[in-house]
């Protein structure tokens, strides 16, 4: 009889230290030696994770009243520009906002952007950052304007939103055109001489259950060194998958998460800020999402490799994303993570934007958690869209 599994049942024996944990990579080796059905049979559950940059990460602050009161207009956090726009004393910090004097224009692409994923990475650690703030005063908030040096401690309520986070299954990044280029996916040297690319294969977590048969609102995931949740599907969620020539299903792609978390029990060893040469500034952002393997058809998933993965290679010297994702093929995860590709017959030297260590580190993590019961699974109240549902509504 083919073996099935509950949240409730799984949760159950992570409480009762019983849960069979492994993670993803293990899962791989597992499967490939005793098969599916010995793998579903025997774990309960499978754990992943992903560290890199995620531009679309920020955090909301609560940053508490002066005396007098002020409702602020405008805040700068370590000289880069918050959002305001909520209530009195709320700001919005995103990771991609950098200070207002910031060379974006110089001629030297090499110098350092500090940003919003910079200040956020400060707050983690326990340092003290500048507060700038001005109002145009009120009769209930006369205060116009507002300094002083503040530590995630002297903040209200400090909590980690980030509306795209864990890109499935990212591009392959090269550069075929004459001068180098520099982007978000680092720095692309002229004539393809390199290729970049930012997702963990194996590990990465919405690879593991490209269906989304078990990720959904609520549930729990490591985030930041902490616990979090997903909280809806993420910005630019379309879940596909590439084809090859045939037209067959050789990928999952395109599908993202929103999540949320308490950035006063996050780590700045897994919310780093992250300086882009001649880009901007983002944050790198670790995750990991445990799977509970409910039945083979979710260890089937759970159990792809490298060599079964595939990222579609790009060309970003056009003005992308006018070409088609896959216009220069696909690559494995396999041959990505060898040192070297080949496309149209040459040798392409690749390089990793998002790091394998930490994501192996983040899915050890999240197995030692879940073995000592103290984390348990968070059953979505609602899956969200796939391939077949499309973006317009979540589907049960």
Not at 109 to 118: A, D, S, T
Not at 238 to 260: H, R, W
Not at 310 to 334: M, T
Request: with cysteine; net charge neutral.
């Amino acid at each position: 009889m083919a073996t099935e599994r509950t949240f409730r049942e799984i949760n159950e024996r992570i409480k009762q230290g019983k849960a069979v944990v492994i993670t993803a990579e293990e899962l791989v080796t597992m499967v490939r030696k005793k098969g599916v059905s010995y793998a579903t049979s025997e774990v309960d559950v499978v754990t992943t994770g992903t560290f890199g940059p995620m531009c679309s990460s920020g955090a909301f602050l609560s940053l508490g009243h002066s005396k007098p009161r002020i409702k602020m207009h405008k805040v700068w956090l370590n000289g880069v520009p918050a959002y305001t726009g909520i209530a009195a004393v709320d700001a919005f910090i995103g990771a991609t906002e950098v200070r207002e004097d910031d060379p974006l224009n110089s001629d030297h692409p090499g110098e350092f952007r500090y940003g919003g994923g910079h200040v956020i990475q400060d707050l983690v650690a326990g340092k003290k950052i500048n507060l700038r703030t001005t109002g145009y005063g009120t009769d209930c908030y006369p205060r116009r304007e507002f300094e002083t040096q503040i530590a995630l401690d002297d903040i209200n309520e400090a909590i980690l939103f980030n509306p795209r986070n864990a890109y499935q299954n990212y591009s392959c990044a090269v550069n075929p055109s004459s001068k180098t280029i520099y982007t978000y996916m680092g720095v692309l040297k002229s004539n393809m001489q390199n290729a970049h690319y930012s997702t963990s294969g194996q590990l990465s977590p919405l690879l593991k259950d490209p269906w989304f048969k078990t990720i959904g609102i609520g549930t729990r995931i490591f985030l930041g060194g902490g616990v979090g949740y997903v909280a809806w599907n993420g910005t630019q969620h379309f879940p596909s998958f590439m084809k090859d020539e045939g037209g067959q299903d050789i990928s999952p792609s395109g599908a993202t998460l929103s999540v949320i978390g308490d950035l006063k029990k996050m780590s700045p060893r897994w919310l780093a800020g992250a300086s882009m040469l001649g880009y901007g500034a983002s944050l790198s952002v670790g995750l990991g999402i445990p799977i509970p393997i409910l039945n083979e058809d979710v260890c089937r998933f759970a159990a792809a490799g490298d060599d079964e993965l595939f990222a579609p290679i790009v060309d970003y010297s056009q003005a992308f994303p006018e070409r088609e994702p896959d216009n220069l093929g696909h690559v494995s995860y396999a041959e990505l993570k060898s040192g070297t590709i080949k496309i149209n017959g040459r040798e392409v030297t690749t390089a990793p934007m998002s790091s394998y260590p930490r994501a192996k580190e983040i899915a050890g993590l999240l197995k030692t958690w879940i073995q000592k019961g103290e984390f348990l699974l968070g059953e979505p109240v609602e899956l969200l869209p796939n391939a077949n549902a499309g973006i317009s509504a979540h589907v049960l």
